[in-house]
């Protein structure tokens, strides 16, 4: 019984891997089959000379944009640069505060002077009026209208005007003060001189028997004194031991130095010595 489980267990195991490889094979025949027989499915090398092309041409092609971008800018700055001049005529003559200026850059801005200017949005459609102060940009009017940026720009050059009316008053109301005198390099130009004091007169009166105040005389200096003098004698002394005690100490050095090798040298080089 235990050889015919054995024989049946076997052709079952057989009979499962026949199935399994028939269920698999097939597929794994066409998929190698399609991969190297369609000439349509083998890969294509890369052609950098056509990718250069490619490349430029769409640089050329941005570029180009680009450009046809900035010409409708400055286009359009240009159509405002004309209905502004109206607005910046009518300012005082002789006043040098308003200039229109039109930069072709990158960027173009149409200047009205230092601080103030007018430019693009991204859009390319609509105007942006910018100041610069103090605390940064500030954007004072934003409008695809033409009139309405004129409005803004005429807005901004009356208060300019008024604050320069205002400012030219409260310097000519200002009292001058004393001017100052001019630094040289090395000094003031002028050195101030000690005045005088003045002392009041003070006559006596009629009848009257005052006497007249004596004039001081300058004082005389001070005589120095003992402890001074001998301060200084001391000092003298001091110096002169010195002085003394430091030859003395030449001396012996210069005594011992021959007797140890100055002796001999003498001898041997030049004579007996002196002594």
């Given at each position: 019984m235990a050889p015919i489980c054995a024989e049946y267990s076997r052709r079952l195991g057989q009979l499962a891997v026949r199935r399994i490889r028939a269920t698999f094979a097939p597929k794994e025949r066409a998929k190698n089959e399609s991969m190297d027989?369609?000439?349509q499915n083998a890969p294509v090398q890369p052609d950098l000379v056509a990718s250069i092309r490619q490349a430029r041409v769409e640089n050329a092609e941005r570029a180009d944009a680009i450009a046809e971008v900035r010409e409708l800018e400055i286009v359009r700055l240009k159509a405002l640069e004309s209905a502004l001049e109206p607005v910046v005529d009518q300012a005082p003559q002789g006043l040098d505060l308003?200039?229109?200026?039109?930069t072709q850059s990158e960027h173009p801005r149409l200047f009205l002077d230092m601080i103030a200017f007018v430019d693009m949005a991204h859009d390319k459609r609509t105007y942006r009026f910018f100041q610069d102060t103090r605390n940064g940009?500030?954007?004072m009017a934003e409008s695809q209208s033409v009139?309405?940026?004129v409005a803004a720009v005429a807005?901004?050059?009356a208060r300019r005007l008024v604050?320069?009316?205002?400012?030219?008053t409260v310097d000519s109301r200002m009292p001058e003060g004393p001017r100052a005198q001019p630094a040289e390099a090395y000094g003031p130009a002028t050195w101030p001189m000690a005045r005088p004091r003045t002392r009041a007169l003070h006559f006596p009166a009629a009848g009257a028997?005052?006497?007249v105040p004596a004039v001081e005389q300058p004082k005389a200096p001070r005589r120095r004194g003992i402890a001074r003098r001998l301060g200084d004698a001391l000092s003298l002394?001091?110096?002169l031991l010195g002085s003394i005690t430091f030859a003395l100490l030449l001396g012996v050095g210069v005594y011992w130095a021959w007797i140890a090798r100055l002796r001999d040298l003498w001898a041997h080089w030049i004579g007996p010595p002196p002594f």
């Open positions: 027989d369609n000439p308003f200039d229109l200026a039109l940009r500030v954007l009139d309405t940026i807005d901004y050059v604050e320069r009316e205002r400012a030219v028997t005052e006497p002394f001091l110096m």
